[in-house]
């Protein structure tokens, strides 16, 4: 399973990025996919993640009025809207996608991207 970010960029703060991450080579429908960030010296950390219907949707408190993600599973791709960008938004976003397990957790992603670069400067 390949999956590709992308939509990362410098805004300013209170601006709005669509991030975009793309799959092939699985079966969408049946994944869970999830954001994660990771920040410099800090550890990688859940931001949001929606089940494989996308009845199940849970954001990190950070995150929460400002993030919405989103998933379309005939373009097998899912979406993350970020509004009202912080400086404490800066981090590279990695998509996921996994079968099972906890939905917040990162250990139980088996598929990764590469990660795309958000800075928000204030």
């Known amino acids: 399973v390949q999956l590709q970010a992308s939509g990362g960029g410098l805004v300013q703060a209170g601006g709005s990025l669509r991030l975009s991450c793309a799959t092939s080579?699985?079966?969408?429908?049946?994944?869970?996919m999830g954001w994660f960030r990771q920040a410099p010296g800090k550890e990688r950390e859940f931001v949001a993640t929606?089940?494989?219907?996308?009845?199940?949707?849970y954001y990190a408190d950070s995150v929460k009025g400002r993030f919405t993600i989103s998933r379309d599973n005939i373009k097998n791709t899912v979406y993350l809207q970020m509004n009202s960008l912080k400086p404490d938004d800066t981090a590279v976003y990695y998509c996921?996608?996994?079968?099972?397990?906890?939905?917040?957790?990162?250990?139980?992603?088996?598929?990764w991207g590469q990660g795309t670069q958000v800075t928000v400067s204030s």
């Open positions: 929606i089940n494989w219907s996308g009845g199940r949707i």
């Open positions: 996921a996608a996994g079968v099972g397990g906890s939905l917040k957790d990162p250990l139980d992603y088996e598929y």
């Open positions: 080579g699985g079966t969408f429908g049946s994944y869970k």
